[in-house]
């Protein structure tokens, strides 16, 4: 079965910490992989996603991911976290083929103390 | 903002009720997605349309039924709810296959 597994439930970080939260996917086949953050009180939005190409891939608000086959992970990573990060990410995958379903981790709680 | 708008955004009722959730996708969007999201199960994937009709079903009650609508709207109704009904129901979007756009969710509290 499709499942997708994140470690650390909460985190907690003081302001211009690193951060990596990982993120491990059991799935047959090509896969999609996604972060998804969730601000207090908001709607997930779109952090950002990999299909192929280069591992490394950078998206909004400093944020990057680093998909590596094979140990089957795509953690998140930023360099320096500030207060305004605190939320909850969502690592979630998806079948590389049409119009395939979401399979979301249980989230990671990060919460940045000033 | 998404451009995925849900209504109500809370709704509060009791056990055994039935109800209905909206969800309104980004323009031009043909799939619409449900899904529930629970403290104790995470965020889980209930079930996908696709210009009117059912792409995808995932752990969705049989207490639970979906439409979308030819204007692409969807409605998500629960019945005869329960107390661990009680969660967020999120609605998303996509115009392409891989990239889906949450709407601000629905929160639904049942007593």
């Known amino acids: 079965a499709q499942s997708v597994s994140q470690h650390n439930h909460h985190v907690i970080l003081s302001e211009a910490a690193s951060l990596e939260l990982g993120c491990n996917y059991s799935y047959g086949g090509t896969v999609n992989l996604f972060w998804y953050v969730q601000y207090p009180g908001q709607h997930l939005q779109l952090l950002l996603k990999?299909?192929?190409?280069?591992?490394l891939v950078k998206g909004i608000k400093g944020f990057e991911a680093e998909f590596i086959k094979s140990k089957f992970s795509f953690n998140l990573r930023k360099p320096s976290v500030q207060w305004s990060d605190t939320a909850e990410y969502f690592c979630?995958?998806?079948?590389?083929?049409?119009?395939?379903?979401?399979?979301f981790g249980k989230g990671t709680m990060l919460l940045v103390s000033p | 903002d998404s451009g995925v708008t849900q209504t109500p955004k809370h709704l509060i009722t009791a056990t055994g009720q039935r109800v209905t959730l909206r969800c309104s996708p980004r323009?031009?969007?043909?799939?619409v997605y449900w899904y529930q999201q629970s403290l104790d199960q995470g965020l889980q994937f209930l079930i996908q349309y696709y210009n009117g009709e059912e792409r995808a079903k995932g752990n969705i009650l049989e207490r639970f039924s979906a439409q979308q609508f030819p204007d692409l709207h969807s409605e998500l109704n629960l019945s005869s709810l329960e107390l661990g009904d009680s969660a967020l129901y999120f609605c998303a979007s996509s115009v392409d296959p891989d990239t889906q756009y949450f709407g601000p969710g629905t929160r639904l509290t049942v007593l």
């Open positions: 990999y299909f192929s190409g280069d591992p």
């Open positions: 979630a995958a998806a079948r590389n083929s049409g119009y395939s379903t979401l399979t």
């Open positions: 323009s031009g969007d043909l799939s």
